[in-house]
């Protein structure tokens, strides 16, 4: 099996794993919620697998890299973060019903991974920018943030929707978690990735210096990462200097995400600077 069709088949699992979180959400049913975390379980197993297979497969082409190098390679690693965040989530906090907004995410990553008529799942050596030992640090950092930010989107969208509506109305609102723990989910989730993000920008400046003699050239890529980073700064000094929560810190988590894909898409595809290679 090779690693790209073991990856394709991911994205029909977690599709499967959207569907029945979405029917645990709204028929309360606790069978489709056990059914959901088996297969959302399994999915993150075989995404982890064609990561693994893929990186196998660099090396017996004589290649020897890691599976991290291009949009296609970023964006199932994205899917996989998104998901393991989620795991650890839904199992600290025992609550399945962020699953039904948490595992779309995953699947339109590996959607547009895997079906995309411009995206190419062909394994190309790197180019000499990328050979570096940075690469796998900067990565893994910046889509460990990436990931828990979109997690936060997906309770910050929750929230919305169902934050405020009282329990004891029944419905759907009631099998959701309460709105002070929505919030206190979504705000260590953004903690963590701002974080990670933190670390993602110091090693990629790091990387930077070695590559093109600068630690920050303002190229596109870095400029918008550092508006993402500037967005959930001001989310975090709200909510600890000014006191904001509720509905503003889900309006700005919701910001800052869309920061956050247009930091990852739109720089590539809009604006032309050293990161262009991420495209391919």
């Known amino acids: ?14 599709l499967g794993a959207s569907l029945l979180y979405l029917l645990n959400l ?3 049913s606790a069978a489709a919620g056990r059914l959901a975390t088996g297969t959302v379980v399994t999915a993150c197993a075989l995404n982890l697998y064609g990561i693994i297979l893929r990186w196998i ?3 017996q082409m004589g290649i020897g890299r890691a599976p ?27 609550v399945k019903t962020i699953g039904a907004f948490a595992a779309p995410f995953a699947f339109f990553a590996m959607a547009y991974a895997s079906f995309s008529p411009s995206m190419s799942s062909q394994i190309q ?3 000499p920018a990328l050979k570096s ?11 460990l943030g990436y990931a828990a930010f979109t997690v936060a989107c997906a309770v910050s969208i929750m929230y919305l929707i169902w934050g405020r509506k009282p329990r004891e109305q029944g419905g759907v609102a ?9 919030e206190e989910i979504s705000y260590k989730l953004i903690l963590i990735g701002f974080l990670f993000l933190s670390a993602g920008i110091i090693t990629g400046a790091v990387w930077a210096h070695s590559a093109w003699g600068s630690y920050w050239s303002w190229d596109p890529k870095e400029t918008w990462s550092l508006i993402t980073w500037l967005v959930y700064a001001t989310l975090l000094h709200a909510r600890y200097m000014r006191g904001w929560g509720g509905e503003r810190i889900a309006v700005l988590s919701l910001v ?6 247009f930091t990852y898409f739109g720089v590539n595809f809009l604006l032309s600077g050293l990161h262009s290679y991420a495209t391919g």
């Open 1 to 14: 099996m090779s690693s790209s069709w073991a990856l394709s088949v991911v994205t029909f699992v977690y």
């Open 26 to 28: 709204v028929f309360r």
């Open 57 to 59: 497969e660099s090396y």
């Open 68 to 94: 991290l190098s291009n949009l296609y390679e970023s964006l199932v690693f994205f899917a996989w973060t998104i998901i393991l965040l989620y795991l650890i989530l839904e199992w600290r906090y025992k």
């Open 125 to 127: 050596p790197l180019i």
């Open 133 to 143: 030992n940075w690469l796998i640090a900067h990565v893994v950092t910046c889509f």
């Open 174 to 182: 009631h099998y959701l978690p309460k709105g002070v723990v929505m």
């Open 256 to 261: 800052g995400f869309a920061s956050v894909l």
